[in-house]
């Protein structure tokens, strides 16, 4: 694969070198742009023609200069912020010295205004959102936008969760556990923000251990991007380009506003959320630029009656933007500087006395991003595209409250070994503090070659990536009295960690006699360079296909009718908490002793480490996921239309493995009045033990089983479905469109362990009864596949959405009532290997599906005696000396309906939003959804409980001001 992807390489530079002498001659193109009804000039639009990648911005008398174009036919485009955008047919046979191309100011006065997702410019599956659409969605955040997209169904905002504020591509909703479980997340969802990759792989807060938990990263909380200052969202749902990279669940790419706009001012509120934005785009002068300002702060309460758990967010950007040399060769600089200030907050409620808990979270950004192209227009390279962003992020987590821990022993020693420790006082404040200082920089050069040789349209990329990301945090820390059993755990102890890419990308059209095949072949060679993986390479190929069979036919029956493919591997990285965990602590007591006459109260305990680097797993592999589509796109009897098919595969994914351990301790038996002191150990020397005048104690060595969670690939999913989108066009009469989308989704998670992979724990660490002795377990259950009854999981869902959009120009007003059905949704989860239940006789059965009668078990495949030997479990030791031990890890389960299939009856619920323009300083919104508060409660049959469905009825209204 790599030797293929190194010669598309030099095929894709060499084959416009190699046909230079059969060229087409070129020409050049002049002309103006101006606005549509008022003929004034439009300076800083963008003309361009696609199919050679060649662009020019118009000056400041909105005049513009394309050189150097092959003669062909070709589109060309024009698009400026505020404006709707342009496409002119032309063939160009000489130089053209007058071209007048016109736009037109967006508003609700057009015949034709876009509110909803279009179909991407991509050959693969992608939907783009313009600003049109936003505004009539009244998106408060990223996460918001995504409601437009074929499959996905209405959930209202919640901007004081951030577990709500996670998206993901082609999934359906977490509402089962194992989905969550299984690491489905948009971790693996690449957010790109004017070509900057937007990461926190490398902010900690939350993600410290937790006993021995090791937390997988969710992604990025999209409640920190404000869509006011966006121009345009595209979301990639199926093969990505080579040029992105570190993401295997599709990719959401952001726009900013760059141009004159005039002020405007949005002011929004819905029942637990007022917000309230500014944004201008400044034209400094001739040939001087654009400053494009933004402001936007959001205040949100989980519920209105009280503030005890609140969200504030402040965002603000400031964008400059320019093309300099626009007659020769144009190089186009943006350079931005964006940031957020939020703050979550969950205290008690003034009027609940019984709660003393108080927590936050202060999440403050600084970014810069530098980005933009250089047309050279050479034989040899057309164009070179850069981006350089650096982003910091401080995040300070408190948890204060009243612990409950009083006048305990306090253990908290950091390295092993057995001592006296503090007892905590008895009335006390716990005060938990987490201070993370996240860098992260991202360097992107990317060169292009594209034009027309013959009939053969060709375009070469050839690109280098480079990210850093690392934390220099104080981590997790304490005030005051020091927590139970608290450690700190600096983030600065974790190195930076750089990742290097190279890409290569070559895209090829030809005609195949009235037809034509456009091909597009990449693929992407990331090293991640860190000392605790032995693979540290990752090579993802990438293939699109479309087969043009009608294409722009005058108006006919058939106006248009392609087929797609696609093929392709995309990998996540790990990031720095799974490459680099923390120690984790086991404490046992070793003494007790009450306080006796002048002594007080003592005690004596031995600290279990296991170090940062035993919990690390240098054999991790890279997650990563095969995606294949097929789709069709037509254009026919009036109805455009989309169709496709998806096969989303992915392997590796992160999680935690836990193996076994053993490790011994100390228990003395002692209870005199005299106090012990450490001494050394006549029985091994150098080391101490604790003794009374000069003699040992006498003590007994206790072993004990510990396990060791490591990073680990023990997860898997498999998504599928069929996607679809049809426009019916316009009802004239009533100026109604019909717009129908929807899928058909299943997706599949499943535990992918091998043999003593996965370890799950069900030890009881203190004492249980074995021949009427309370002692320790002395053996460890463990599990192949995980103790749980259940293994796969599969969700189904078939939903289509029918919208209603209704548009009057003359009255400046559109509104769209969405109605949404769900006709299938189902769930279940089937068996975990080695599950049974056992007849009247006493047999046991393990070949059955769904219902069964009686209980259901699950034995251990192996366990581990004291000596740290693991042998394979018989169901013959529940009989024997130890069977009071073996029963405590053979899982059990009185719900016989466990494996019973969920289905629901279809059910439906309406949305509607409304907006209307008042001349041209006012916008009025209003949207409402579920407003028939459908919420039909639905039977969970493997469990017997009921599930209400739809979401709550919400509203909200928005008023924009422009001057």
Known sequence: MKKFLLMLLLAGFCIPLGVQAQAPKKVSIEGTVTEYNTKEPIAGCVVSIPTLELWVVTDAKGRFRMPSVTTGSYTIEATCLGYEPLSYKVTITASIGALSLRLKESSLQLNTVTVTAQRGRSINSSSTIDRQAMDHLQATSVKDVMQLLPGVVTSNPDLTSSSYNFIGIRDLNPNMTSVETLGVNSSTVGIYVDGASVKNDASLVGEKATGFGQPVSKGIDMRTISTDNIESVEVVRGVASAEYGNMSAGAVIVKTKQGRTPYEVRVKAVPNTKAVALTKGYALGPDKGFLNVGLDYANAMKDIRTSKDAYDRGTFSVNYSNTFNRDRTPFQFNAKVSGYLSKGTSKPDADDLSQDERKFLDDKSLSLNLNGSWLLNKSWITSLKYVLSHTMTREYARNKA?????????????????????????????????????????????????????????????????????????????????????????????????????????????????????????????????????????????????????????????????????????????????????????????????????????????????????????????????????????????????????????????????????????????SGAETPVYIDDPNNPGQKVLGVNGEPLDYETVTKFKRIAKPGNNNKYDKQGVEYTFDFGQIRAIRTSIIVNGAYMQMKNMPDVGVKQLFDLSYNSGKIQINGENVYNPVYGGYDGGKSLQGTAIRKRFNSNFSFITHIPKLRLITSLTVQCVWLDRSRNFKNSGVYYEDAEGNKIYDFEGQVDGTLYKDPDWYMDAAGNVLPFDPSLYDGELGNAFQIYRTTSTNSSLFVQNSFKPYFMANIRITKEIGNIAQISFYANNFTNSRPKMKLQSTGSYRMVNTEMYFGAELKLKF
């Open 402 to 670: 009243l612990s409950t821990f009083v006048g305990v022993a306090n253990p908290g020693a950091t390295e092993p070994g057995e001592g006296f420790v503090e007892f905590t006082p008895h009335d006390y404040m716990s005060d938990i503090r987490n201070l993370s200082m996240a860098y992260y920089t991202n360097a992107k050069l990317m060169a292009e070659v594209s034009g027309r040789y013959g009939k053969v349209y060709n375009k070469a990329m050839l690109g280098a990536e480079w990210s850093n990301s690392g934390n220099t945090g104080k981590g997790q820390y304490y005030e005051g009295v020091r927590p139970i059993q608290f450690r700190p755990q600096p983030f600065s102890d974790i190195p930076f960690m750089n990742q290097m890419a190279v890409f290569v990308e070559e895209k090829v059209t030809l005609p195949v006699g009235k037809t034509s095949l456009t091909l597009q072949a990449g693929g992407r060679f990331t090293y991640l360079a860190t000392d605790r993986l032995n693979d540290k390479w990752a090579v993802d190929p990438r293939f699109n296909l479309k087969y043009t069979i009608i294409s722009n036919r005058a108006p006919k029956k058939v106006r248009e009718l392609s087929l797609r493919a696609g093929w392709g591997i995309q990998t996540t990285l790990p990031g720095l908490y799974t490459l680099y965990p923390f120690a984790s602590y086991i404490d046992n007591y070793s003494l007790r002793l009450p306080a006796a006459g002048e002594r007080p109260a003592m005690e004596a305990w031995t600290t279990e480490v296991t170090t940062a680097e035993e919990l690390s797993n240098r054999d991790l592999k890279m997650q990563y996921s095969k995606n294949f589509e097929v789709g069709v796109d037509f254009e026919m009897f009036g109805i455009k239309g989309s169709i496709a098919y998806y096969n989303e595969k992915m392997r590796n994914g992160y999680s935690t493995m836990y193996t076994p351990g053993v490790y011994s301790y100390r228990e003395y038996n002692y």
